[in-house]
C-alpha cells in the first residue's frame, strides 16, 4: 500500500479558534481548543495535495483510514510530565551550556556558581525546564570523556536537585544515570539514542521522560554536506521507526519528545523545510521539541544583519513555531522570547 503522511495545517489561534472549535468548524490539536487547524495537507514521496477537513469522508476508502488514523493521534490529549503543561503553548526549555566551548555560550556559565545563577533567572522568569550539559555539539566539536563531562555538571546537578525541573543534555549512559539519581526530570540525547549502546537499557531501567532527537553523522562530521532525498519524510520514518522500536523492547509510556534536530546534520534548505513543515510531526502523536535559538540558519537569511545573539530570528521563528503547534521550544535568551509571545498573544487575542 502507497504510504502517505498527514500535515495539519491552516492553524487558528486563541479566541478565533475557541469560536471555531465550538462550532465544529476546526479541530483542535491534543484537545487544546485555543489552537486549532482546518485543513490537512497529504504527502507522499511523489505528491501533496491541501483539502479542508470536512473533504477527508470523500477520499478513496484506505487512505481515508491512514488519515483518520493520524487524526485521531493529532487529536487526543497529551499528558503532561516533567513540569510541561501542553494545553500551554509553548513550553520553554532554557539553555545551560556549562562548557567552555559551545557555540553560543561556552565558558559563560561554567565557572564559580554562574551557571546555578542563570538558570535561576530563567526558571524565574517563565521557563518550565532547564537543559544542561557538559559537552558540546556544535558542529566540529569532537566527544569528550565521561569523568569531564561530569565533572563540569555535578555541582549544579546536585545544588539543583527538588529546586529547579532539570533536563540532562548527554549522549553517555553513565552521566544520565548519575543524573537520574539526583532526579533529573529528562533525558535530552541529540544522537537520538544511538551514541551509548547502553542508553535504551538505562530508560527503560528508569522510566524516565526523555528527548528523541534526529541528527545525521556526529558533531564532528555533521555538516559536512548533509545529504537527503527527502528531509521532511526521512526524518519522520527515522522517528516512527525508533517509536515502534521502543514500544517493542518494552517502554510502554508516552512521556517522550521528538526533536527534528535544527542544524544537526542539515543545512539552510533541510532547516527551512523541516520549520515550515514541522507540523507534519503532530501525526507521531508526541510533544515536538524545538531547538532553533541561535541557529546558523538566522545567520544564513538575516545576512548583513545578522548578530551575536540573533534574538530576533530566534523570537520570529519561535512565533511561527508556536503557531503550528510546536509544544516545547529550546531557547537561551528566556526572558525575551517569552516577553516576544506575550506581546503576539494579547495582540492576536483582540
Not at 548519575?178 to 539514542?193: A, M, P, T
Not at 512521556?255 to 520549520?275: A, E, Q, R, S, Y
Not at 534574538?311 to 520570529?316: D, E
Request: proline letters at 3%; aromatic letters at 8%; one cysteine or more.
Amino acid at each position: 500500500m502507497k504510504r502517505y503522511y498527514t500535515r495539519v495545517c491552516n492553524f487558528y489561534y486563541g479566541k478565533e479558534s475557541e469560536l471555531l472549535v465550538n462550532k465544529k468548524k476546526a479541530i483542535p490539536l491534543n484537545g487544546n481548543k485555543k489552537l486549532s487547524f482546518d485543513h490537512v495537507e497529504i504527502i507522499s514521496r511523489i505528491s501533496k495535495k491541501i483539502l479542508h477537513i470536512k473533504k477527508i469522508k470523500s477520499l478513496e476508502k484506505s487512505l481515508k483510514k491512514q488519515i483518520i488514523s493520524d487524526l485521531k493521534k493529532i487529536r487526543r490529549k497529551q499528558k503532561n510530565f516533567a513540569n510541561l503543561n501542553f494545553l500551554k503553548i509553548p513550553n520553554i526549555m532554557g539553555v545551560l551550556n556549562l562548557t567552555p566551548d559551545s557555540f553560543s555560550d561556552g565558558g559563560k556559565f561554567n565557572k564559580e556558581n554562574n551557571g546555578l545563577k542563570h538558570a535561576l533567572e530563567m526558571f524565574n522568569s517563565g521557563a518550565n525546564i532547564i537543559d544542561v550539559g557538559g559537552e558540546s555539539t556544535r558542529p566540529g566539536s569532537k566527544a569528550i570523556n565521561e569523568k569531564l563531562e561530569w565533572k563540569r555538571i555535578e555541582k549544579f546537578i546536585k545544588s539543583t536537585k527538588n529546586n529547579i525541573p532539570i533536563s540532562l543534555d548527554t549522549r553517555k549512559s553513565e552521566i544520565m544515570k548519575k543524573g537520574i539519581k539526583f532526579g533529573v526530570k529528562i533525558i535530552n540525547d541529540v544522537s537520538g539514542l544511538n551514541y551509548d549502546s547502553e542508553t535504551i537499557s538505562v530508560l527503560k531501567k528508569y522510566k524516565v521522560p526523555f528527548v528523541i532527537q534526529h541528527s545525521q553523522g556526529t558533531p564532528e562530521n555533521m555538516q559536512n554536506k548533509p545529504f537527503y532525498k527527502n528531509e521532511l519524510l526521512e526524518i519522520y520514518d527515522f522517528f516512527e521507526q525508533k517509536i515502534n522500536f521502543l514500544k517493542s523492547i518494552g517502554i510502554k509510556h508516552n512521556n517522550i519528545l521528538i526533536d527534528p534536530g535544527i542544524g544537526f546534520g542539515k543545512n539552510l534548505k533541510h532547516n527551512m523545510n523541516l520549520i515550515r513543515n514541522i507540523s507534519i510531526f503532530h501525526s507521531l502523536g508526541l510533544p515536538i521539541l524545538v531547538g532553533n535559538s541561535k541557529k546558523r540558519f538566522i545567520k544564513d537569511i538575516s545576512g548583513k544583519n545578522d548578530t551575536k545573539n540573533r534574538i530576533g530570528g530566534t523570537v520570529a521563528s519561535s512565533i511561527y513555531l508556536m503557531m503550528q503547534g510546536v509544544q516545547i521550544l529550546r531557547v537561551h535568551d528566556v526572558n525575551e522570547l517569552i516577553q516576544g509571545v506575550k506581546v503576539f498573544k494579547e495582540l492576536i487575542n483582540q
